[in-house]
């Protein structure tokens, strides 16, 4: 099928997310106070912002080590930077809705030329993550609880979550008995390589233990920097809430409904802290003002693109 044929539902799939991200902000902007948002948004100084951008970008090299760690340093550490600025470019900055996933593991397979164990490991690498962010946000919910927070609505949330990220590990391994069901379905021989990569990264355990450590670390150096931001925005919250509420924000901005999360993460996030005593406005604002962090990261990514090229097909 030519690229041609392929466009309309991708742009389809990118326009769809776009009108996602528009409805819930337009909802937050109708319902919250504009003046309360503006002063959030002047509170924020230029020099915050920009410390904490370098401080982001600083921490997504490390995650992209992190994944050149997962890959068996099977590229070189450059490449796996270079490829994984370009996936945190792609979900922002590239038309048709072309995932950062695809993109990072578009390059490293342009180095490694083995899509099975690129796809494996880009799958570790998100159940990894997914992992941390549900640690941190246990975390925050023990932290809560102890100190007499009723979190129960949210926690059956988190539990549910922690329960799908289980099941896609098991399924990734479980993958080839579809087509012992379905014996003529095609694409058996790429799915057999793809778990076959994945259960050898499986056997790596005490290198999996690291990875997650590392990713713990650094899904916690985000945590800590939005909520800088949202101090200095006026918030007045707990550090353990916004513990449990950040990541559990972020695991729910996955759902493929916006751009990038754009919407759905800061109205998940003010929906979970205004119960815990937080203002909806400022920590809506701050939300926004994270974003624009992410969107000027992924502006440099796409200067990596540019400068890269296309990255090869898996």
């Given amino acids: 099928m030519s690229a041609e044929a392929k ?3 991708s742009l389809k799939k990118y326009l769809i997310r776009l009108g996602g991200s528009a409805v819930v902000l337009g909802i937050m902007f109708w319902i919250l106070p504009l003046d309360a948002i503006g002063a959030a948004f002047s509170r924020v100084s230029i020099g915050l912002f920009v410390s904490v951008l370098a401080a982001f970008l600083i921490l997504h090299v490390f995650a992209a080590l992190k994944w050149w760690f997962i890959l068996d340093r099977r590229i070189t550490p450059l490449q796996a930077i270079r490829a994984h600025f370009a996936g945190l470019a792609a979900g922002l900055c590239l038309p048709g809705a072309i995932s950062g996933d695809a993109v990072r593991g578009g390059m490293a397979y342009g180095a490694m030329r ?5 796809v494996a490991a880009g799958a570790a690498d998100r159940l990894i993550d997914f992992l941390a962010l549900l640690i941190l946000s246990l975390l925050g919910a023990a932290l809560s609880l102890s100190d007499g927070g009723n979190l129960g609505l949210t926690l059956k949330v988190l539990v549910i979550f922690a329960g799908l990220v289980i099941a896609a590990g098991i399924g990734l ?7 012992t069901v379905l014996p003529s379905l095609p694409g058996r021989a790429l799915a057999t390589k793809i778990t076959g990569a994945f259960g050898a990264l499986l056997e790596r355990r005490r290198h999996l233990l690291l990875t997650l450590t590392l990713s713990t670390a650094i899904q916690a150096g985000f945590v800590f920097l939005s909520l800088s ?23 729910i901005a996955v759902l493929p409904v916006s751009l990038n999360g754009l919407g759905v993460r800061e109205a998940a996030l003010a929906g979970i802290l205004a119960p815990l005593g ?3 406005a400022i920590i809506f604002a701050a939300g926004l003002v994270w974003q624009a962090v992410m969107f000027v990261a992924g502006g440099l990514g796409a200067m990596i693109i540019l400068m890269v090229g296309k990255p090869a097909s898996l």
């Fill in 229 to 251: 931001l949202a101090v200095s925005a006026g918030a007045e919250i707990a550090s353990m809430h916004w513990l449990f509420a950040w990541p559990l924000a972020k695991l």
């Fill in 173 to 179: 391994r479980l993958l080839p008995l579809v087509w």
């Fill in 278 to 280: 937080g203002d909806a």
């Fill in 7 to 9: 466009s309309p539902p």
């Fill in 114 to 118: 083995d899509g099975p164990a690129v």
